[in-house]
């Protein structure tokens, strides 16, 4: 089955530096990668998202980027902000199951 | 359109008695999944609803069990509870598969005495 694993743990970056927390799959059917945002109390929410046949995307501040050869996908955070701290999930989905890694705790300094 | 829903939101019980956490999903979706997040453990796969049908399972006791109804809406029931059952329950929501976009509620925290 999929194997998530999920870089760093936790993450502290000064209001304004880049914050990037990596992943990486095992199983090379896995073809679909979200990323989640969870905040204190609440459930986890889709940030960005990105399909295998695709090596980057972006969306304002937030980017991901794929390397299906090398089996990871990060997840990049530019011009951080204090209310950019929260847990970050990665999770890989092939057609038949998905699995989450374990979550980076951020934390952004004002 | 709302996002997913579940109720209650808090949950305190003691070991050995049973609980029901409820799960409405965004309108349209048809499947349910649902997860026990701890801090130990992470986010855990419990089961996954479609068409009132489970269509997956995690690797947890026959305590966690789970329905869904034909409006989508889901439950799930655990019995006996212990203390290790204390966690935060996700309930997710997609269109088709759990392998498509999902959509998570609030979650419901359970805390056993």
């Known amino acids: 089955g999929e194997n998530v694993e999920q870089h760093p743990s936790t993450l502290s970056v000064q209001e304004g530096d880049s914050a990037v927390i990596k992943c990486t799959y095992s199983d090379s059917a896995s073809n679909y990668f979200p990323w989640y945002k969870q905040e204190l109390g609440k459930g986890p929410q889709l940030i960005i998202d990105?399909?295998?046949?695709?090596g980057e995307k972006k969306d304002q501040r937030i980017a991901v980027t794929l390397n299906k050869t090398a089996k990871h996908f990060s997840l990049h955070i530019t011009e951080t902000q204090p209310e950019d701290s929260a847990v970050y999930f990665c999770?890989?989905?092939?057609?038949?199951?998905?699995?989450f890694g374990a979550g980076t705790r951020l934390t952004v300094k004002p | 359109k709302a996002g997913v829903t579940q109720t209650p939101r808090y949950l305190i019980k003691t070991r050995g008695q049973q609980v029901t956490l409820s799960c409405s999903p965004i309108s349209g979706h048809r499947s349910v999944s649902w997860y026990q997040q701890t801090p130990g453990q992470g986010l855990q796969f419990l089961f996954e609803y479609f068409s009132e049908t489970q269509r997956n399972k995690g690797n947890f006791p026959g305590r966690f069990s789970g329905r869904q109804f034909s409006n989508s809406r889901s439950e799930m029931n655990v019995s006996t509870l212990e203390l290790g059952d204390s966690a935060l329950y996700l309930c997710?929501?997609?269109?088709?598969?759990?392998?498509?976009?999902?959509?998570f509620g609030p979650g419901t925290r359970l805390l056993v005495l």
């Open positions: 999770a890989a989905n092939n057609n038949n199951d998905m699995r």
């Open positions: 997710a929501s997609s269109f088709g598969t759990r392998t498509e976009t999902q959509y």
């Open positions: 990105i399909r295998s046949n695709v």
